[in-house]
């Protein structure tokens, strides 16, 4: 059965504490994500672009238990400083398999787990993400080259899987502190991020 494309749905503006972004809503199988852009976002630039799955806990709550909140902040400010760019915020928690789960990760990284081995012991693979609705989200905004703000080698591969052009990658090094040296070296080691 093939997937249905993701649809726009609308659009605002959103003032923000980097700058003004148009903020647009997209319905992936009655999944809402969302994109926020500034500037045109011509087919010839190469658009700086982060693509971040959503994590209450680190966005909205200011966890240190990751280093979600502090790269989403690093990619809307670099945008804001180029006047132009993408975010996509892809809403699939805890590496796709939902906030309760992602809680009971936690509690097994408590006892001593990894991000990776707590999600297999709870039956979930260790990334659960999909990236199969970015063809729609690059399509809608006419993009097909982008500068990609990340660590992770998976992105790369599965944007590029769907027609987009990986021009150049900006490493996101930020929000590094004490609570989180084994979640970001198993980042590295199990998930192969890159530096």
Do not use: W
Not at 37 to 50: F, Q
Not at 78 to 90: D, E, P, S, T
Not at 131 to 148: C, N, S, T
Request: proline share 4%; with cysteine; aromatic share 8%.
């Amino acid at each position: 059965m093939s997937r249905k494309p993701a649809i726009f749905i609308t659009q605002a503006t959103l003032p923000t504490e980097y700058g003004e972004f148009t903020i647009h809503v997209f319905d992936d199988n009655g999944q809402e994500h969302l994109v926020l852009t500034m500037g045109h976002l011509r087919p010839e630039d190469v658009i700086l672009t982060r693509v971040h799955s959503e994590c209450l806990t680190g966005d909205g709550l200011f966890s240190l238990r990751c280093d979600c909140g502090p790269q989403l902040a690093f990619a809307m400010d670099q945008i804001a400083q180029r006047k132009q760019g993408m975010l996509v915020y892809l809403r699939q928690e805890g590496r796709g398999i939902g906030l309760t789960e992602k809680i009971k990760a936690y509690q097994l990284q408590d006892q001593g787990f990894d991000t990776f081995d707590a999600n297999v012991k709870l039956g979930h693979l260790p990334d659960n993400r999909s990236y199969d609705m970015l063809e729609d989200v690059f399509a809608h905004f006419g993009v097909k080259q982008i500068e990609l703000m990340t660590n992770n080698p998976d992105k790369i591969r599965a944007i590029e899987a769907h027609g987009v052009e990986v021009k150049d990658r900006m490493a996101v090094k930020v929000g590094h502190n004490p609570h989180n040296i084994n979640y970001l070296k198993t980042k590295k080691d199990k998930f192969l991020h890159l530096d």
